[in-house]
């Protein structure tokens, strides 16, 4: 029997795991104590805030799930395609594409008096297709004429910025708002909240169902196994049979329906309307680039995702009343965010090199 | 020279670990000026690891290093060949755009700011003559056939001034005709006071060239004997210890075994684009079933490219491909594997593993449309399961079916695809399988377990095609080979029996005709 074996293994992965991000953790809360002395803060102040202002309150912990919901899709979306060995930097885009592809369905079907058990669902799947589009684009473009989805999902970011844009203030445009915003969803196209009070949407459980489905799509399913051999060797793959044009036509897709996801649920639970500044609070990082911090540190793994989105959701959250208890920039949370990977990313460095 | 041997190179204690890996364990070694000295030993025993020791390309982590009785200290290559130390390395490094004569000077163009090859053309040429390696020095050195790149790379470490030679593995690049003339040339070194050390795992070589033979074992030296006192069974005793040589195994029929029916493989007029690399032009030969058929080449001339077309990863620009009687022109890959195609690639690493992938995925990697009951369910425990029973059968060394594949060592590696593709044969009816250099790089234990993998499939009624580029292995194995040079199929052979000139010949580029 090979199992106790295996367990004995994986509790030995599980401890140097652990100690790993103990030791990056450390590490970050050091530098980021260096950083806030420096700006003349108290260490234990702005933890303490941080904490209690995103996870201490009922509507701070809302946020902080509003928050998580975004942040988690667009990571699994980033991960997703790392699994698969693409390098997935279009996020942004693919929620700006998400966020049309939603209300451009609320709109569409706003006439037909449908309940909302109908059309949420229906608007989600209208987000998913802008987003899944959004990702096939690059995605044909790799397969048919081998440029790099590097180049292309950076520039469709552009393209679905300005498509927003035009859409925002042109065909969509509130006129009673005065700036850059479309007419609100109608109100059946809105997301319950599932803390009405608080105010949080029920955003952060379908993307918790989210990264359990890639769990289980990676390792139950020989659609997910093709995609991890992909992207660990994907000369290795074709020599196996593996048709590496098709599954990187699911990958580059399925990335981008992720995301797409993410910004529907933007659109239908928090802004109930289309805006730029979409993907990401203000002032903050957008949700792209932070999905990408956040798949390196959860190693593109859907449990190390969802608890490194938690971890950047709660500092997101926090970092608002940074500002106002103790002076300190809103974005010296980032600083602190920007720590934490580079520390992680140290600390294993220094354990493969040590590894061999 | 037996009397008493003035050394010129000695090395004591050295030791060398790679990771956890002992590759040199308190050796002592020394070469005389003027001898040929062979260093023996299977793969992984040590003595590339000590030779690039010598000359800079690694450092020891113990022992010393003296020349001509001066004790050295070499950090780098550069210091070697301040020492006279030049090394001629398996794998031509050469710069294939270049010229032979750019090459050469590569390194030594002039001063630090002026470009200035062409004044030193004369003092290479009267090098050149002086032992007597004939080079095109203006032509551009890919163009070269691999025995003249060799020459090139000699003249350039004589050039650079070592009067001590290391060649690592030097002829298993060249036809037979070429490893005579090479020998013939460093004879003539030795005779002019060079220090020439060759390392070599062919023993024939060993007997047939050298003046004394070092045998290396599991890092350790094991002695050094004079060529006089050496014969065949003292050194396989020496270099297997205990284990002894492995059994032959049972020797090739011949074309006569060949079963009756549609054979296993059969070729028509394939041609390909030169986009792929070395076009295929007109390839036409069969694989009857319950044969081995050896493909004969010097590495580069289209056997790759030949390998990769029959699989499907190439697409043909004419010609058909049959698998037992069915066209498979037209099919992909696993298309190929499921009408009993099975690919046991060249490249272990870029090839053939999945590094980050645990074992019992690498094992699935092919099979994985055939053996899961539910459709499209990726069942772990059928792939732990596969992953269990190929670890014992195939003999890996590895603690269980969930490591990563990338924590095995080569020769471990190399066992899981070649498991990996026997039982994907055996899970498609054993029509054929194309064995791209199987043995590359593997001990004699794992290379003849490999043999004996491919010879239980021709056993039990499949074609084999075994691509190798040691022609001795290819003899071994084969009931006939074909000879492709530059995408074409030059000649063919009828076993058991081989005459390795002729087929030489024939890898050289002469048509069959010209031979017989």
Redesign the interface.
């Known amino acids: 029997m090979a199992a106790p074996a295996s367990l004995s293994d994986r509790k030995k992965m599980a401890l140097e795991f652990a100690i790993t991000y103990a030791a990056a953790g450390a590490l970050a809360l050091a530098c980021g104590a260096v950083f806030i002395v420096a700006f003349g803060g108290d260490v234990l102040v702005a933890l303490g805030t941080v904490l209690r202002s995103s996870l201490g309150t009922w509507g701070g912990f809302a946020q902080t799930l509003n928050k998580f919901c975004p942040l988690l899709l667009a990571s699994l979306a980033v991960a997703f395609g790392m699994r698969g060995g693409h390098f997935n930097i279009g996020v942004d885009g693919q929620i700006y594409a998400g966020a049309i592809g939603m209300t451009g369905t609320a709109f569409a079907l706003e006439g037909m008096n449908l309940p909302w058990p109908i059309f949420v669902p229906l608007g989600l799947l209208g987000g998913i297709l802008g987003g899944w589009f959004w990702g096939f684009i690059p995605g044909i473009l790799r397969v048919r004429f081998q440029v790099s989805e590097i180049f292309v999902t950076v520039m469709l970011n552009f393209v679905a910025l300005y498509l927003v844009d035009y859409l925002a203030n042109g065909p969509w445009n509130d006129p009673l708002a005065g700036e850059a915003i479309s007419l609100p969803i109608p109100d059946a196209s809105v997301l319950p909240q599932v803390m009405p009070r608080a105010g949080a949407h029920a955003g952060f459980i379908i993307a918790l169902a989210a990264a359990v489905g890639m769990y289980f799509f990676m390792t139950r399913t020989v659609v997910g196994y093709e995609v991890r051999a992909v992207g660990d060797n994907p000369r290795a793959a074709r020599f196996g049979g593996i048709n590496v044009a098709r599954i990187t036509l699911i990958i580059m897709p399925t990335c981008g329906a992720l995301s797409g996801l993410a910004g529907a649920i933007e659109v239908s639970g928090f802004h109930q309307s289309l805006l730029l500044g979409i993907s990401g609070a203000e002032g903050a990082p957008n949700y792209g680039a932070m999905a990408i911090l956040i798949a390196v540190i959860g190693r593109n793994n859907p449990l190390g995702v969802t608890i490194a989105a938690a971890v950047f959701a709660v500092l997101v959250s926090g970092s608002d009343s940074l500002q106002r208890s103790i002076g300190l920039p809103g974005a010296a949370v980032f600083v602190f965010q920007a720590i934490i990977v580079l520390t992680v990313v140290f600390v294993q460095a220094r354990r493969e090199i040590k590894a061999g | 020279m037996t009397e008493k041997i003035a050394a010129c190179v000695e090395m004591y204690g050295v030791s060398k670990s ?3 890996v002992r590759a040199l364990d308190a050796v002592d070694f020394e070469a005389a000026k003027g001898e040929i000295h062979a260093l023996l030993g299977e793969n992984g025993a040590g003595k590339t690891t000590l030779m690039n020791i010598l000359s800079g390309l690694y450092r020891m982590d113990e022992g010393q290093i003296a020349v001509e009785g001066r004790e050295v200290d070499i950090h780098s290559p550069q210091d070697a060949i301040a020492v006279g130390v030049g090394m001629v390395h398996q794998h031509v490094e050469l710069i294939g755009n270049f010229t032979a004569l750019e090459n050469i000077l590569l390194g030594r163009e002039g001063s630090r700011w002026k470009l200035d090859v062409e004044a030193r053309r004369s003092s290479v040429e009267e090098l050149a003559a002086n032992y007597g390696l004939s080079i095109p020095l203006d032509e551009q050195v890919k163009t070269l056939p691999a025995g003249i790149q060799q020459k090139v790379e000699i003249l350039k470490a004589l050039y650079h001034g070592a009067d001590i030679l290391i060649l690592d593995e030097p002829t298993t690049m060249l036809t037979p005709h070429e490893v005579d003339v090479l020998f013939t040339i460093l004879k003539s070194f030795a005779k002019g006071g060079l220090t020439v050390i060759f390392i070599t795992h062919k023993i024939q070589e060993v007997l047939d060239n050298c003046d004394r033979i070092t045998v290396f074992r599991g890092g350790r030296k094991i002695d050094t004997i004079l060529r006089e006192e050496a014969t065949r069974d003292r050194l396989v005793q020496m270099m297997m210890g205990e284990r002894g040589m492995p059994p032959e195994g049972e020797r090739p029929a011949g074309p006569s075994a060949a079963r009756g029916g549609h054979p296993a493989l059969s070729v028509r007029g394939v041609h390909t684009s030169a986009k792929w690399g070395v076009p295929l032009k007109n390839v036409s030969f069969d694989v009857p079933r319950g044969l081995i058929v050896g493909l004969a080449g010097i590495s580069g001339n289209g056997q790759k490219e030949l390998a990769e077309a029959l ?1 499907g ?1 190439i697409e043909l620009e004419e010609g058909e491909v049959h698998l037992g009687g069915e066209d498979v022109s037209g099919l ?3 298309g ?2 499921a009408e009993g195609m099975s ?1 046991l ?1 060249q490249d272990r690493i ?8 645990s074992l019992a ?1 690498n094992f ?3 099979l ?2 055939h053996i ?1 009951k539910r459709r ?3 069942e ?1 425990e059928t792939a ?1 399961a596969l992953g ?1 029973k190929a670890i014992a059968e195939f003999n890996i060394l590895a ?5 990563p594949a990338a924590h095995l060592s080569g020769g471990n590696i190399q066992k899981t695809i070649v498991a990996r593709s026997v039982m994907l044969a055996h899970e498609t009816g054993k029509t054929l399988m194309i064995a791209n250099n199987p043995t590359r790089g593997l001990d004699v234990m794992a290379a003849s377990f490999v043999h004996g993998c491919l010879r239980e499939l021709r056993a039990q009624g499949a074609g084999v095609l075994f691509i190798s580029e040691d022609l001795d292995e290819l003899c071994l194995m084969s009931d006939c080979i074909v000879v492709i040079y530059t995408g074409e199929i030059l000649g063919s052979f009828d076993g058991p029996e081989y005459d390795i000139y002729q087929i030489g010949a024939l890898m050289a580029g002469q048509k069959q005709e010209e031979v017989s």
């Open positions: 790679f990771g956890e699989a990863l992909s890959v696993s190929r594997i690919l690639p870029e090839e053939g593993i999945l590094p980050s992938l995925e699935v990697l092919g994985h449309p899961f499209g369910v990726f772990r732990h269990r603690r269980n079916e969930h490591v």
